[in-house]
């Protein structure tokens, strides 16, 4: 919602608005912008902005005091999704980034590419793209937008990317997620699958040839031509040449077309940059100049983002919702940082992870880490120790409140450790708190 507070600044509205927590990066980029904003849902907030319209984001349901006050009063509203669509993307060839994980880097990475190639894209990404500073911006004809499967408003259950109508969609990978609007896998394949029939004959879809679950969602129907990638199968492929991914070969049909060397880590930034470079090529870039760019590519904020050094302590910042995202990141990590101890701070943000539902998954997915200290906040809906215990001996603890889990840190870390805060939350700064006290 930030970035669509930043999109109708740049068309020229007067913007303020009101959220529950709001922290950095995007705090700092809405206030660089002059947008008024206001903490917490109180209906006075509304009152006293005497909106012509209000933009209605997903996270606010019927019962809260401001959805209330809007509904009584009869000032129009729209969800941010429709918005976008109607004022931004309507007019505009539109690139969608769709996927269970990846979504953010790799509509910045995207983004990155057109930009270098000199077609100066607008673009919506779910994060601060460093290459850019900003989470959004209007341009040219392209616009690049990172499509979530979420829903899109208390008002209108369909998935958010069904009102974006692209031209190109990347179907990045497909799990089960967002355990609290979703029964299934099932229900998820079918909203992907809405987003399948809105593309038209004459664009394309990229889709992930590794993934069994897009493949059944292909086959309810596909009326669009298909690019595949995978670093061992499909049309885009990747020959990994260092083990934690910061150096591969590309290869198209068959033929090796240029080399990546980046900053970036993990297999699935590999996939995350072969989806991209099939993106690209749909839409007329040259693949190797595309390739070239990537080497310039810096991630969006929060994705394994480096905070800082103390006596050869290194610090990092990951936005981590998912199990499989989690798994990635710590292997990519641990294929660059060899013996290293890997220290984590984890914190289960994500509605899906407060329900339990990954919470199986979870220690596997951890397997890379040395030690993990674990959010147990009293209103967590099932025991972390379910993860801890099945980490085994002094590996795995569960720490109360954050300061706890700071304090925890501390005790264990020593010099030459790697420590990754994990959550996709605001973590109440954690990252940069036990930076400073380390300092």
């Not at 990754?420 to 990252?431: D, H, K, L, Q, Y």
């Amino acid at each position: 919602m930030g970035g669509v507070a930043a999109l109708a600044r740049d068309l020229g509205f007067d913007v303020a608005g009101c959220d529950a927590a709001v922290y950095p990066p995007m705090s700092d980029q809405l206030a660089g912008l002059g947008v008024q904003l206001d903490s917490g849902y109180r209906a006075e907030h509304l009152d006293a902005a005497s909106p012509d319209r209000v933009i209605v984001g997903n996270a606010l349901s019927r019962g809260n005091p401001i959805v209330e006050r809007l509904l009584d009063k009869r000032i129009p509203y729209v969800s941010g999704p429709q918005w976008i669509g109607e004022n931004v993307l309507a007019g505009r060839r539109v690139l969608a980034v769709a996927g269970t994980h990846g979504k953010t880097t790799t509509t910045a990475m995207l983004a990155w590419i057109l930009d270098a190639c000199g077609r100066a894209p607008g673009f919506l990404v779910g994060g601060v793209p460093e290459n850019f500073g900003v989470s959004a911006r209007l341009s040219g004809q392209d616009f690049v937008i990172e499509a979530d499967e979420y829903d899109t408003a208390f008002f209108d259950k369909r998935s958010k990317f069904v009102h974006y109508r692209p031209t190109v969609a990347i179907l990045n990978n497909l799990e089960y997620d967002h355990a609290d609007i979703f029964p299934d896998v099932a229900a998820i394949q079918r909203q992907f699958h809405h987003l399948v029939r809105t593309v038209p004959g004459n664009g394309c879809l990229v889709v992930n040839a590794e993934d069994a679950r897009l493949r059944e969602v292909l086959a309810m129907g596909a009326w669009t031509p298909v690019t595949t990638f995978g670093i061992e199968s499909g049309d885009w492929r990747a020959r990994l040449i260092a083990a934690d991914g910061s150096h591969f070969v590309v290869l198209c049909d068959g033929r090796e077309i240029g080399e990546v060397r980046w900053n970036l880590l993990g297999r699935h930034n590999v996939m995350n940059a072969l989806a991209a470079l099939a993106a690209a090529d749909a839409e007329g870039v040259d693949a190797a100049r595309a390739i070239r760019a990537l080497a310039d590519f810096r991630s969006a904020k929060r994705r394994l983002e480096f905070i800082g050094e103390h006596a050869s302590m290194k610090v990092f910042d990951d936005f981590a919702h998912h199990p499989t995202a989690i798994a990635t990141t710590l292997a990519g990590l641990r294929a660059r940082v060899g013996q290293a101890r890997i220290l984590v701070g984890m914190e289960p943000r994500s509605n899906s992870m407060r329900a339990g539902a990954h919470a199986d998954e979870l220690a596997p997915s951890l397997r890379d880490a040395d030690v993990v200290v674990f959010l147990q906040r009293p209103e967590l809906a099932w025991d972390a120790t379910r993860v801890t215990d099945a980490l085994g001996g002094r590996r795995g603890r569960t720490a109360p409140t954050v300061d706890a889990l700071l304090a925890a840190l501390r005790d264990e870390a020593r010099a030459g450790d790697v420590i990754v805060f994990m959550s996709n939350g605001g973590f109440e700064n954690a990252p940069r708190r036990f930076l400073q006290s380390l300092r």
